[in-house]
């Protein structure tokens, strides 16, 4: 047993019918899963019960639609802060993430909904900040393109300044609700923000008072150059897609020593990358499961994935049967995961059919498929050599893939020392061991 203090941090990202593109075909997923609140609470439910750190929900504020898109389970679900808002009234533990995008929202809004999410949650919200990488998303706010990668990720630093100024805008004790002096709040305890910058004008102050958590956690996940920066900068959970442990431990390392320049510690941030467990009794089991829904994915289907992955590239005129193209560097989507499925494919010598295929489950996320003490091994094997603080848990298909992650691989991370029996505190800050923002007013 791992008798160090050290123990993981563990989310599990919800994706309607789970991960795999083709899950939804399958007769143990329910179709239907993307608007069945039911469904999600059985979820919450599991994970908790698990003492998973969180659930997380992504996000993206485009339908998926033509053909193609019209075999995916991916263009109807709960708006994230909707969902985890309801989600708060019937958990008590967990931590709640959702996604809201930098590029498509103002951040008086984003500040104010999850202000209100921490409250309503008691200190469990957290915030996963991210510039949109769906072309498609423009279109629908009043623009004929998308935004460009480098202006993006200058809104979005913008933005982050703004809200957290928002979230700051009361003090702790700044509503005496005194009925006796009838004074409601002390007018030395706010601050208006005033905000002049490139992209936003916010005087403020918010109509929120100040959260449980003082500020509710910022989670980031983009991994390019311009990603990291803002990372270490911002966040204090990231999200990130790595395919091997020494691609994991270079970007752990990297982004840890990107901190001191920001007055910052190491332990101020924890990284989670992404890592698809599909876990069973046998390994054989683990196998067959995997290649069940393996098998459902139409090439048409897994190639459209792909492309969107790639960084918005319409790859349908491509043959299947032959290799990615040479694709120019995206200025629409993730130049992270561009670069790291290109890579993938030249590595492996995949095909277009096959390197769909290759992602149709965890979209280019390390896999683990096999026994609880074959995924233990390989998570303790990152975890305890500088390639992460925990995971960001993805399962093929819901509820039975977590299940069996709470059934099978949770005792067995527990059994080893590496992953908590009980909850340590009341607030997602504590759970995870990072400190509340001090009060700006002292």
Not at 149 to 157: P, T, V, W
Not at 384 to 410: I, S
């Amino acid at each position: 047993m791992n008798t160090s203090a050290r123990q993981m941090k563990l989310g599990a990202f919800l994706m309607a019918t789970g991960h795999h593109v083709a899950a939804w075909r399958h007769p143990d997923v329910p179709a239907g899963a993307g608007l069945d609140f039911k469904h999600y609470r059985h979820l919450a439910e599991v994970a908790q019960a698990a003492c998973f750190d969180v659930l997380f929900v992504a996000d993206s504020v485009a339908a998926a639609t033509g053909e193609v898109a019209s075999r995916m389970a991916r263009s109807d679900h709960f708006e994230p802060l909707t969902l985890l808002a309801a989600l708060s009234a019937v958990t008590g533990h967990i931590g709640l993430i959702a996604t809201a995008t930098t590029t498509y929202n103002e951040p008086y809004h984003v500040a104010r909904k999850f202000a209100s999410l921490d409250h309503l949650s008691g200190g469990r919200a957290g915030w996963n900040l991210v510039t949109s990488d769906a072309a498609a998303e423009a279109q629908n706010f009043g623009l004929d393109e998308h935004v460009g990668h480098a202006e993006r990720y200058r809104r979005a630093q913008e933005f982050h300044q703004v809200v957290t100024g928002l979230w700051n805008s009361w003090a702790d004790d700044a509503f005496t609700r005194d009925k006796a002096s009838g004074q409601y709040y002390d007018p030395a305890k706010v601050q208006v923000l005033d905000h002049h910058g490139e992209f936003f004008r916010v005087r403020g102050p918010l109509n929120v008072a100040r959260s449980p958590q003082g500020q509710p956690v910022v989670v980031q996940a983009g991994s390019s150059e311009v990603g990291r920066d803002l990372a270490a900068r911002t966040a204090e959970v990231v999200f990130t897609a790595q395919t091997s442990l020494t691609c994991a431990q270079a970007f752990y390392a990297d982004l840890k020593g990107r901190l001191a320049a920001y007055g910052r510690s190491p332990e101020s941030l924890k990284i989670m990358p992404g890592v698809l467990v599909v876990v069973a009794e046998t390994e054989s089991q683990a196998q067959a499961t995997f290649e069940s829904f393996q098998n459902l994915v139409e090439p048409e289907v897994g190639v459209a994935l792909l492309g969107r992955m790639l960084g918005n590239f319409d790859l349908s005129g491509y043959p299947l049967d032959g290799p990615l193209p040479e694709l120019p560097l995206t200025d629409s989507g993730q130049r992270s995961r561009q670069q790291l499925l290109t890579a993938l494919a030249q590595r492996e010598g995949l095909n277009l059919a096959q390197l769909g295929r290759r992602i149709a489950g965890g979209r280019g996320h390390y896999s683990l498929i096999g026994t609880p003490a074959q995924v233990a091994d390989q998570m303790q094997l990152w975890f305890e050599n500088g390639a992460a603080d925990g995971f960001n848990v993805l399962v093929p298909h819901l509820p039975g893939g977590l299940e069996d992650v709470a059934r099978l691989l949770v005792p067995e991370l527990q059994r080893r020392g590496l992953f908590r029996t009980e909850y340590e505190g009341t607030t997602l800050r504590e759970n995870l061991g990072l400190q509340r923002p001090a009060n700006p007013f002292e």
